[in-house]
């Protein structure tokens, strides 16, 4: 578990720009059990390519005229129980930190592990993205 002190501004990166915490299962439980709308999920680390890829393409991608229902983040090393919850709703995916995973209807419709992220270009995990949000997201 990371010092709470160390993490509050990673986590703030997200919800400063409209993302809900989640830190129970219970709270990951009613958002990502939901069997209506669409959820964009990011699991966010400590980590470098959190910082510097997964972080800004999610909040990149928010800008796109097609959205997400909710937006919604767990922190990894943080909210333990929450964090294998959600992994719980990504399987078969192994744990991935960060990763980032879009819902439909309570359905994993994609799927952005940690090797996706290492190594990419923070615009190119954003245009992964918006084509997903593209392909399942109403306009607004």
């Known amino acids: 578990m990371y010092p709470l002190e ?6 703030k990166d997200l919800t400063d720009f409209g993302f809900n915490s989640l830190s129970s299962p219970e709270e990951v439980d009613q958002v990502l059990g939901s069997k209506e709308g669409t959820v964009l999920i990011v699991v966010n680390s400590v980590c470098g390519c959190a ?14 005229a097609s959205k997400p229902d909710n937006a919604v983040t767990v922190f990894a090393g943080v909210d333990k129980e929450a964090t294998e919850r959600a992994r719980d709703y ?4 192994p744990p991935s930190s960060p990763s980032i995973a879009l819902f439909k209807n309570g ?9 996706h992220i290492e190594g990419r270009s923070a615009q190119m ?8 949000l593209n392909t399942h997201c109403e306009g607004s």
């Not at 910082?51 to 796109?64: T, V």
């Not at 359905?107 to 090797?115: A, G, K, P, Y």
């Open 107 to 115: 359905n994993l419709v994609h799927m952005i592990e940690r090797h």
């Open 51 to 64: 910082a510097g890829n997964a972080r800004p393409a999610a909040k990149f991608a928010l800008h796109n």
């Open 125 to 132: 995990i954003a245009d992964n993205l918006i084509d997903a």
């Open 6 to 11: 160390l993490v509050k501004p990673m986590a």
């Open 90 to 93: 990504m399987l078969p995916y």
